[in-house]
């Protein structure tokens, strides 16, 4: 296909995605299935152009003079080629040349837009690309940044490794990766960061064989810091009781070293699935996934047994996911307030459920790939007015687990009494909160 040809196909997507309110990933399959000729490199380049334009899909329309919900998929896409892709008019122009499978010449008034690409007058939540109705919650954490803030999760985001200890150094993975160009991480020892191609495409890092051997995971920078502050001790006794399919429990496993046990549950079966065939993989002795048994009030509690006995308990909570709206644009627009309310629900739960684990003197790490003060420091302030036998670990205390890159995160991160904030913005990272409370002993 040409490069015109897949602006079409671009914005035949967007219109689907739109009018049918589905998931950009499904509509994406569909389109693949039902245009065969179509190769992976057209494939890949379609679905970056669609990723991109809902990345930037409030500045985009607005530039082109309309708003979000009302939008064209055409204006859409002019906007994401000025915008995300740096386009001139003239070469915006040469694709729209009207010509067969090209989309429609420019005219006078897109013309005019494309040249003035102008945000000088737009509000903070076009600026930032985030819905309307999350401003006021944005701006509760972000204050005046939150258009920063927000256009900083508009990027893409990189490929972060983490290097999985059990089976050989950075260094090592590092060479056996030369070909790829990693660089180091900000501030996980263990990170390798690889930038992606131009157009968005990130190498095909699972065929690699320091991938097929565990000697590296996927997992972002932010979610690597995550269980380094965890801290979980050397020798204990962990819980992990939202494991899903186990990015963070590789990773307290290798920093266990392999020693003591490491307990992996998550009350979806399905969602922990792969978590097996990962651990193995990373040749991660030490851990014991708790699948859960049978479903509703008769459901067996596989738990039951760790009572009292934790030294630390892992809540990597479910949440809005507003942290990581780098890798899943599409999530920000399909996010709805009720969503909001049914998280933080959720979490509460949890965090109550997990207070039985936890021994006295032994710890909670609070964990959310969110933004938003309800799911974070909102949350934690609540769990300790329940549980008045929990304080918080001051973060200044908290990150001495990461060494002397500790107090420079400190400074990035949106620093909390209650906890850290991660975010794009300041510390090239996803969207991460971490907060660490102690039992009284
Ligand atoms: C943020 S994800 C976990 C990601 C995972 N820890 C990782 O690092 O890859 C949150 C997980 O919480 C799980 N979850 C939701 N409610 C739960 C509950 N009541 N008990 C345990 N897990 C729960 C979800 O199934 C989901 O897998």
Known sequence: MTPAARLSAAIEVIGTL?????????VLKDWGRSHRFAGSGDRAALSSLVYDALRRRASAAWIMGE???EESPRALLLGTLRLARGL?????????????FAPEPLNADERARLAAASLDDAPAHVR?????????????VFGEARAEEGAALAER????????????GVDKAARQLAHLHPGAGNWSPLALRIALEADGKAPPLTAEPAYLKGLVEIQDEGSQIAAILAAPPRG?????????????????????????????????????????????????HNVQVRSPRGRGPGREDVLEDLTGR???????????????????????????PGALVERVKEQAEILDAAVCFVKPGGRLAYVTCSLLDEENVGQVRAFLERHPGFRVVPPAEAVLSLGERGMALREAALDRPEGLLLSPRRTSTDGFFVSLMVRDA
């Open 128 to 140: 930032g690309d985030y819905p309307e109705w999350l401003d006021a919650p944005l701006a509760a």
């Open 236 to 284: 204990g006794q962990v819980l992990d009781l939202c494991a899903g399919g186990g990015g963070k429990t590789l990773e307290l496993a290798a920093l266990m070293d392999g020693a003591g046990q490491l307990y992996a549950y998550d009350d979806d079966l399905r969602r922990l699935a792969p978590i097996h065939e990962r651990v193995q993989r990373a040749g991660a």
């Open 310 to 336: 934790m030294d630390l308990v892992l809540v990597d909570a479910p949440c809005t996911g507003t942290g990581t709206w780098r890798r899943n644009p599409d999530a920000k627009w399909r996010m709805r």
């Open 67 to 69: 708003r979000v919900g």
């Open 88 to 100: 001139d008019v003239e070469a915006i122009a040469a694709l729209c040349d009207g010509a067969r």
């Open 157 to 168: 985001a990189p490929l972060d490794l983490r290097v999985n200890t059990l089976k050989g």
């Open 18 to 26: 739109l009018a049918e309110r589905r998931p950009a990933a499904d």
